[in-house]
């Protein structure tokens, strides 16, 4: 059965230092993973996936996630906070046609 | 340029009253797909349809209804059978029904009871 868990429900960081919002799965298959990020009464923009290619996988405005699969984990980092990536972001799952499995979110809090 | 447009962006219901969410996409995407979304959880899948005049139960339809008789345009229809309307609702759209395929959210509509 696929489920994905993120860890922390919110981060706090400063403007210009390192983000990292943790995100652990289980999946029966070979999982395809996407971390979205979604601002204030918006839709779900995609960040970045991963579908079984590298492991380091390089997303938008500067994001990256790790495919480790011995730790069942796919965490979003980024070296260095910027005011605009204050907003929630959602790790998601699927390994099936349309069965995608949505982590409950991790709002990121940046202090100026 | 190509998206998904979601009308209206808020939208009150009377008690017993069925309303209507629109949701048109010119990304000629063949799949598209309804969520609800609760303060503090994640998407939860109402409905989706992987083509034209074809759509399927999601994890909480009950209370829902869709057609699809256009390939951009997936309407949601509340209706009065569902008891707890108030959410966020977002339509989404994908080039075809394959899980390794990224989703493209509209804004939002958000519903709320009168």
């Known amino acids: 059965a696929q489920s994905v868990t993120q860890l922390d429900s919110h981060v706090s960081v400063s403007e210009g230092t390192p983000v990292l919002l943790r995100c652990n799965y289980s999946s029966s298959y070979s999982p395809s993973l996407f971390w979205y990020v979604q601002h204030p009464n918006k839709g779900l923009q995609l960040l970045l996936k991963?579908?079984?290619?590298?492991?380091l996988v390089k997303g938008i405005n500067g994001f990256e996630a790790e495919f480790k699969k011995s730790e069942t984990s796919f965490h979003l980092m980024k070296p260095s906070a910027h005011m605009s990536d204050a907003a929630e972001y959602f790790c998601?799952?699927?390994?099936?046609?349309?069965?995608?499995?949505f982590g409950t979110g991790t709002r990121l809090t940046v202090i100026p | 340029d190509g998206g998904i447009t979601q009308s209206p962006k808020y939208l009150f219901r009377k008690e017993g009253q069925n309303v209507t969410l629109s949701c048109e996409q010119n990304?000629?995407?063949?799949?598209m797909y309804w969520y609800r979304q609760d303060p503090g959880q994640g998407l939860r899948l109402i409905y989706y349809s992987q083509i034209v005049n074809d759509f399927q139960k999601g994890d909480i339809a009950e209370g829902y209804s869709v057609s699809r008789e256009k390939k951009e345009s997936f309407p949601l229809t509340v209706t009065s059978a569902q008891k707890n309307p108030t959410a966020f609702y977002l339509c989404a759209s994908s080039r075809t029904g394959g899980g390794e395929q990224p989703q493209h959210f509209g804004d939002g509509t958000r519903l709320s009871i009168l």
């Open positions: 990304l000629n995407h063949d799949a």
């Open positions: 998601v799952v699927t390994e099936r046609q349309n069965n995608l499995f």
């Open positions: 991963y579908t079984s290619a590298a492991t």
